[in-house]
């Protein structure tokens, strides 16, 4: 089946510095992709949708400037996180979805901690 | 609003024995279903999905779930849980397979021995 994968899994960073998360679908391409952020305990929550070549929509809340989305090509979408603070420790979690499909895969996931 | 429910955080359920997950909607217009399983380390792994048809669906891992439409729910169900199944399961919702979804808080499976 298709794969995606996330780059780091796992990153530890200071407060004030900016992260960056990649997602990349293996082997197919992705038109859309989807970045969600999960808390302890709690669902999996929208961040933004990132189509190719356009500027990536955001969801209401979610500050655009400080969780900035690149969709350069169609088997990568970067999240950079800017200016992190411990309030950003979170699991960020991507999915992407193909032209000629109609589902969407996960990515493994990104366990940011910010000190 | 759009929301999805799972009522119950924690479930043990003994191995071999049966297993029903239960997942409530609430969605404007005609709702895709989804349920996803996410172990540690693991991506979420779609287990099944609905979008019409046969209101009894069927899985991975012998995993069913059926929608009852008068409920809003989409309850998911396993007749023999097996140690392996041990994971984190969401119930999601979305206007199709490839869009943005709504996720339920998630309901933690422990299987013991």
């Known amino acids: 089946g298709a794969v995606v994968s996330q780059h780091p899994s796992r990153v530890i960073c200071k407060s004030g510095t900016s992260v960056k998360i990649e997602c990349r679908s293996l082997?197919?391409?992705?038109?859309?992709m989807f970045w969600y952020r999960q808390f302890p305990k709690k669902s999996l929550m929208l961040m933004a949708t990132?189509?190719?070549?356009?500027?990536?929509?955001?969801e209401q809340g979610v500050e655009k400037d400080k969780f900035l989305i690149n969709h350069a090509s169609l088997t990568l979408s970067t999240l950079t996180v800017t200016s992190a603070h411990p309030e950003d420790s979170s699991f960020y979690i991507c999915?992407?979805?193909?032209?000629?499909?109609?589902?969407?895969?996960f990515g493994p996931g990104t366990r940011l901690t910010v000190l | 609003a759009q929301s999805v429910t799972q009522p119950d955080i924690h479930i043990t359920v003994s191995e071999g024995a049966s297993l029903e997950l239960r997942c409530n909607y609430s969605?404007?217009?005609?709702?895709?279903l989804f349920w996803y399983v996410q172990s540690p380390g693991q991506g979420l792994q779609l287990l099944l999905k609905?979008?019409?048809?046969?209101?009894l669906v069927q899985g991975i891992k012998g995993f069913e779930a059926e929608f009852k439409r008068s409920q809003s729910s989409f309850n998911l169900r396993k007749p023999s849980v097996h140690w392996s199944d041990a994971a984190e399961y969401f119930c999601?919702?979305?206007?199709?397979?490839?869009?943005?979804?709504?996720f339920g808080k998630g309901t933690t499976l422990s299987v013991s021995s």
């Open positions: 999915s992407a979805r193909g032209p000629n499909t109609d589902t969407q895969y």
């Open positions: 082997d197919f391409q992705a038109t859309t």
């Open positions: 990132s189509n190719e070549g356009s500027k990536a929509t955001y």
């Open positions: 969605y404007g217009a005609t709702p895709y």
């Open positions: 609905y979008f019409s048809g046969d209101t």
């Open positions: 999601a919702v979305g206007a199709g397979a490839g869009t943005a979804l709504i």
